[in-house]
């Protein structure tokens, strides 16, 4: 395995993320270690409020919510996935699954002992996180999921298949054009090379290309059983469980129907609707965001 890092002046004078990154380092196989970048701010003694991101963004994604929480005293915590942001990035798309993505993330979660954690997720930051959920429940204390899902093979929208193709046979994978795309609201300059920063040429976004082909649509697909094993876990979690999709999010519009109906702990909560916002919500309405997961903590401690 070829395991790339993107040299630390790539993420100099970025707009709004002036937090220092922490590093975990974990074992992929024996003698093959990967480094995982995460920011951690506020109050350590504090519980954590975990957010994670997915394609093709970074922890910068949630600079804004960051800064609003830290200010209401909470503690935040926001890992790169493998292959974005800081993170190690290997090379290959084949490096990639679904199941090492969650391997990778569970080792890094037990590495630095997160417990009581309030998550956020959206994208594949919810496919990836709500499998953590699902095998360390016990470490979770409430859920918000946002713009996501968790597959089980049922098929997939011509929007995402189109989006499949695109991702596997564009020469040039637009990492910020994608982002703004996904976004109501126009980035700036200073934004959209953000976006670009994990990224000095193609090789390294092996793991951004090759994440829509893991998403377990159709029944033959890798992760499918344990997407489903894992829906049985989620569907005896009667911990505070939150929706909070946007209104202006195709991909994933009425995804929050099936969190609302399954999961035990999403029965009787102040669900809510994101308005103005697309599937890069945290772009759009970052304090509203910020303000539904305080006081959801609030309102279920």
Known sequence: MQILRTPDERFAALPDFAFAPRYTEIEHAPGVKLRIAH?????????PVLLMHGEPTWSFLYRKIAAHLIAKGRRVVAPDLVGFGRS?????????TFERHVKWMSDWLVANDLRDITLFCQDWG?????RLVAAMPERFARVVVANTGLPTGQGATAGFDAWLNFSQNTPTFPTSQIVNGGSVRTL????????????????????????????????EQASVQENIEAWKVLE???KPFLTAFSDQDPITKGGERIFQSRVPGARGQPHVTIG???HFLQEDQPEQIAGVIDSFITQTS
């Open 39 to 47: 920011i951690d701010e506020g109050p350590h003694e504090a519980a």
């Open 236 to 238: 005896t979690f009667e």
């Open 276 to 278: 103005g916002a697309g």
């Open 126 to 130: 919810g496919l990836i996180g709500l």
């Open 88 to 96: 190690d990035k290997p090379a290959a798309r084949e490096d990639y």
């Open 188 to 219: 700036t300059q200073a934004e959209l090379d953000a976006y670009d920063a994990p990224f000095p040429d193609e090789i390294y976004k092996a793991g951004a290309r090759i994440f829509p082909a893991l998403v377990p649509v159709r029944p």
